[in-house]
């Protein structure tokens, strides 16, 4: 067993933690993709391996999973990675 890592939890890698994390936090596919940086389709396949580690058979399970075990361990983000919120936008390049 991976230290500090539920039993049910340590067969899975680094990535598919944070993944976890943020479905458990209640994030969509897409905002999942958008804080990690990948495709949708990237985060449904991390989804899918979980799945199929842990033999649970769905994302609601996933998540009741990961809470009854508190917030799984999210890595920092990389720090060349911007860090928005939902509450940024994108208006383009300062033209002073």
């Known amino acids: 067993m991976t ?4 039993q049910p939890l340590a067969v899975l890698s680094e990535r598919e933690l944070e993944v976890l994390g943020h479905l458990a936090d209640g994030h969509t596919y897409a905002a999942i993709a958008r804080r990690m940086g990948v495709s949708a389709h990237t985060v449904d396949t991390y989804l899918r391996r979980i799945r199929g580690k842990t033999g ?7 998540a009741l999973l990961a809470a ?5 361990h999210v890595a920092a983000p990389a ?3 911007p860090r928005r919120g939902p ?3 994108c208006t383009g ?4």
């Open 93 to 96: 390049p300062d033209i002073t």
């Open 87 to 89: 509450w940024t936008r």
């Open 3 to 6: 230290q500090g890592i539920p």
């Open 68 to 72: 009854s075990f508190g917030r799984p």
């Open 56 to 62: 649970i058979r769905n994302r609601t399970q996933l």
């Open 79 to 81: 720090a060349s990675m």
